[in-house]
């Protein structure tokens, strides 16, 4: 079976089993493992991350920050898998700059016609 002929609502299916999956994945776990850090926050020591983008230091823990696809996942497809799980594809964002990147990716993929 050729992957152009798979459904438009299957695909999306499969990106969201992807997306849960990848929320737990050990590519993930490994790579915030490797950005964590100790610092002091709000007066105490505690596991932080830095946006990769102003550099603001944030909780490890905190909704403040987003594990960002540099090259944007797009559409489901076989590559969109393996950028998902490429390490060297992921960045550390404060939630501002995550939202501003994806502002710009959304344009990019619509203008790919990936979306």
Same mark, same amino acid.
């Given at each position: 079976?050729? =992957? /152009? %002929?798979?459904d438009k609502k299957t695909k999306a299916m499969i990106k969201g089993k992807l997306r849960?999956?990848?929320? =737990? /994945?050990k590519e993930k776990k490994d790579y915030m493992a490797a950005r964590t850090f100790k610092a002091e926050l709000d007066g105490k020591v505690r596991s932080v991350v830095?946006?990769? %983008? $102003?550099g603001v230091v944030m909780g490890k823990y /905190? !909704?403040?920050f987003q594990l960002d696809h540099i090259v944007p996942i797009g559409a489901c497809s076989p590559q969109m898998v393996a950028l998902m799980f490429d390490t060297s594809n992921f960045q550390l964002l $404060? %939630? /501002?700059c995550h939202d501003d990147k994806t502002k710009v990716?959304? !344009?990019?993929?619509?203008v790919r016609d990936w979306v």
């Open positions: 079976m050729d =992957w /152009s %002929t798979i849960q999956i990848f929320r =737990w /994945s830095h946006c990769d %983008t $102003c /905190s !909704k403040e $404060c %939630t /501002s990716d959304l !344009k990019v993929l619509a």
